[in-house]
């Protein structure tokens, strides 16, 4: 199938899946490959066009963000030359509206990893407990359901790779599957109510949530902060904080829930309701220069 992009509206795959928001996308030749929810899909840019397989339009216009007015989003957020030249470098980035889940999990688990050891992790969670598939002469799992996750065992998740993590994905996925948690319906509440939500999970906090709210949930206003926005905050917009606050978050690697609530303020009054495209952008141009 295939899906003609607009001309006004700029689109770009390689940057929206390489960007560091998801982690089971894999790039072949010029197609990626990718698992969402019980399907493998198949897809390609050419020029303007978007090329897929194993999925509906409907399905890739929400998945991949299209419906976002990047044309309308870019000029809102480009409020400084830093922002300026990492929305001229990667204009297209698109946010992505993944599975809640399976979102959810991934950043519990990208606490304090690097995206190569967090794609390991989920594909070891994956293929440990999730369904095995074969498409393109190639093996796939699906992402295990929460009632798989609650069912296994702190030393099997350990075993993939968790670490520590290992108990909070347990108890997150132990709480969802009992108490039948519906995490697709936070899509309707407000940003605030719906990231409170996230943080009665046990061991999900304010970034995991806020990851969550923005490459899943759609809540375009949020703004985590890691470790990289932290560094790219200190180094850019040190101006709006007093010295002694920079000189603090500067000297160590964690943030406290106060320095942390002050950092994603600023991202969203400064940048605006579509924040969340503020920090993917200046995230992915900062890692890029490193």
């Known amino acids: 199938m295939m899906i003609q992009l607009s001309n006004s509206c700029p689109f770009n795959l390689d940057f929206t899946l390489g960007c560091g928001q998801a982690f089971r996308w894999n790039k072949r030749g010029e197609w990626w490959h990718g698992v969402v929810r019980e399907r493998v899909i198949k897809i390609r840019q050419a020029s303007h066009r978007l090329e897929f397989e194993n999925a509906e339009a409907d399905f890739v216009e929400k998945y991949f963000g299209l419906n976002d007015d990047l044309s309308k989003i870019l000029p809102q957020i480009s409020k400084d030359k830093q922002i300026k030249a990492a929305v001229k470098k990667f204009k297209g980035l698109h946010i992505l509206r993944q599975d809640p889940w399976e979102c959810l999990v991934s950043y519990i688990c990208a606490t304090y990893k690097n995206i190569p050891a967090i794609k390991k992790m989920l594909f070891n969670l994956s293929k440990r407990f999730g369904d095995k598939s074969v498409f393109d002469s190639l093996e796939f799992y699906t992402f ?14 350990v075993e993939c790779g968790l670490g520590y993590r290992a108990r909070y994905v347990s108890e997150t996925a132990k709480t969802i599957h009992e108490k039948d948690c519906e995490l697709e319906k936070l899509r309707k509440t407000s940003y605030k109510k719906a990231r409170q939500e996230l943080l009665n ?30 560094r790219i905050i200190i180094k850019y917009y040190a101006n709006h904080f007093t010295k002694e606050f920079i000189r603090k978050i500067e000297s160590r690697t964690s943030l406290t829930i106060s320095e942390y609530e002050k950092l994603n303020l600023f991202g969203r009054t400064y940048f605006g309701k579509y924040a969340g495209y503020a920090q993917e952008y200046l995230y992915h141009f900062e890692r890029a220069r490193c």
């Not at 999970?201 to 926005?229: H, M, Q, R």
């Open 144 to 157: 295990p359901t929460p009632a798989k996750l609650a069912k296994a065992s702190i030393k099997e998740l």
């Open 201 to 230: 999970l046990p061991g999900v906090g304010l970034k995991v949530a806020d990851c969550v709210l923005l490459f899943s949930l759609g809540k375009l206003e949020a703004f985590p902060v890691d470790v990289w926005i932290k």
